[in-house]
């Protein structure tokens, strides 16, 4: 099992530690380094940044959002930087929610999200593999666009710089079993969302016949510390945020992940806290075994112990959401 980094989205402004956490995961002989984005910065520039101050370690988005650009754009954003970093990109994307979708980016959310996502995913393919002009009859993505306000002057193009990798590794976040059976089919690799290793099949079917060199990258928080109730707050934190902010009350994707995995009724309680406003005891209502099984915290002990039921199940890479030197070394020594 490989070991990859988590930095995720900045909150106020640019973290000065992110950087350096990515030069000394090179160092410990860590694979890779994920970003992310929400609503406020982007996953593409601060791997760039990343990518001019280390030299091996590989550059992964976990996720780029799909609404936030086109296909081909992304797939231009992917081949730019894949040429930049000497071929170390891993492109992670998702759909995300109606809420982001149509609050943040102004975009309507798919009806059918599994057929927006698998031509978003053709086009990117396309692209990427640069056999041909990019062309795609589909119904939330054409080329040349065929929308009813088309001037029909569209020409069908193929890219004019020729990508490095033109099987430049493609993953996909997929939560429900339908969408991970389809990630299964038309990607390279996939980002589970609140992994735990105990229980996969609550993902669906298609993880236990997963083909050979595919790649299973969730990530989890993960703190070295005495006291395991304290270091879980953080994971708490996030899992109030995400399940009870991250989403409408009548379809938020997080929150019925949550409830799938045996925590429906604690996962409405904290939906109805987070949207009246009642944040704290939002986070104190998740679970605090919720919060452990999809994490790795306590001594160092424990973690070693914990450590090896992600190793049985099928997960390829760990990707590490920790700012914290001493864990990261900790967990390379221990997975190694």
Same mark, same amino acid.
């Given at each position: 099992?490989?070991?990859?980094?988590?930095?995720?989205?900045?909150?106020?402004?640019?973290?000065?530690?992110?950087?350096?956490?990515?030069?000394?995961?090179?160092?410990?002989?860590?694979?890779?380094?994920?970003?992310?984005?929400?609503?406020?910065?982007? %996953?593409?520039?601060? =791997?760039?940044?990343?990518? +001019?101050?280390?030299?091996?370690?590989?550059? /992964?988005? *976990? #996720? &780029?959002?799909?609404?936030?650009?086109?296909?081909?754009?992304?797939?231009?954003?992917?081949?730019?930087?894949?040429?930049?970093?000497?071929?170390?990109?891993?492109?992670?994307?998702?759909?995300?929610?109606?809420?982001?979708?149509?609050?943040?980016?102004?975009?309507?959310?798919?009806?059918?999200?599994?057929?927006?996502?698998?031509?978003?995913?053709?086009?990117?393919?396309?692209?990427?593999?640069?056999?041909?002009?990019?062309?795609?009859?589909?119904?939330?993505?054409?080329?040349?666009?065929?929308?009813?306000?088309?001037?029909?002057?569209?020409?069908?193009?193929?890219?004019?710089?020729?990508?490095?990798?033109?099987?430049?590794?493609?993953?996909?976040?997929?939560?429900?079993?339908?969408?991970?059976?389809?990630?299964?089919?038309? %990607?390279?690799?996939? =980002?589970?969302?609140?992994? +735990?290793?105990?229980?996969?099949?609550?993902? /669906?079917? *298609? #993880? &236990?016949?997963?083909?050979?060199?595919?790649?299973?990258?969730?990530?989890?928080?993960?703190?070295?510390?005495?006291?395991?109730?304290?270091?879980?707050?953080?994971?708490?934190?996030?899992?109030?945020?995400?399940?009870?902010?991250?989403?409408?009350?009548?379809?938020?994707?997080?929150?019925?992940?949550?409830?799938?995995?045996?925590?429906?009724?604690?996962?409405?309680?904290?939906?109805?806290?987070?949207?009246?406003?009642?944040?704290?005891?939002?986070?104190?209502?998740?679970?605090?075994?919720?919060?452990?099984?999809?994490?790795?915290?306590?001594?160092?002990?424990?973690?070693?112990?914990?450590?090896?039921?992600?190793?049985?199940?099928?997960?390829?890479?760990?990707?590490?959401?920790?700012?914290?030197?001493?864990?990261?070394?900790?967990?390379?020594?221990?997975?190694?």
């Amino acid at each position: 099992m490989r070991l990859g980094l988590a930095l995720g989205y900045w909150g106020r402004g640019p973290s000065p530690d992110h950087v350096p956490l990515a030069q000394e995961a090179e160092r410990l002989g860590y694979d890779s380094v994920w970003t992310a984005e929400s609503w406020g910065s982007d %996953a593409f520039t601060p =791997l760039t940044w990343i990518a +001019a101050q280390t030299s091996t370690i590989k550059l /992964g988005t *976990a #996720v &780029a959002q799909m609404a936030a650009r086109s296909p081909t754009t992304t797939a231009m954003h992917a081949l730019t930087l894949d040429h930049l970093s000497g071929g170390r990109v891993l492109l992670g994307l998702g759909l995300s929610g109606p809420q982001v979708v149509e609050g943040w980016y102004g975009r309507p959310f798919p009806r059918s999200p599994l057929t927006a996502t698998r031509e978003y995913v053709d086009v990117v393919r396309q692209v990427l593999r640069r056999e041909g002009p990019v062309t795609v009859d589909g119904r939330f993505h054409s080329h040349p666009y065929r929308g009813p306000d088309a001037t029909g002057l569209g020409k069908p193009l193929k890219p004019i710089t020729h990508p490095l990798r033109p099987g430049l590794p493609v993953l996909l976040g997929a939560e429900g079993p339908k969408n991970v059976a389809q990630t299964v089919r038309i %990607a390279d690799g996939w =980002l589970p969302l609140y992994w +735990a290793p105990s229980r996969p099949e609550v993902y /669906g079917p *298609a #993880v &236990a016949g997963l083909p050979e060199g595919f790649l299973v990258a969730p990530m989890a928080q993960v703190r070295v510390c005495d006291d395991v109730a304290a270091g879980l707050l953080p994971v708490k934190a996030m899992l109030g945020f995400y399940i009870g902010g991250m989403g409408h009350a009548a379809r938020n994707f997080h929150a019925d992940l949550m409830a799938r995995m045996g925590y429906e009724e604690e996962a409405r309680r904290i939906q109805e806290l987070f949207l009246a406003g009642r944040r704290e005891e939002a986070v104190l209502a998740v679970p605090d075994a919720f919060a452990d099984e999809i994490s790795l915290i306590g001594p160092r002990e424990r973690i070693a112990e914990r450590l090896e039921l992600w190793r049985k199940g099928p997960v390829t890479d760990l990707l590490a959401l920790s700012p914290d030197p001493h864990t990261l070394r900790v967990l390379a020594e221990l997975n190694s």
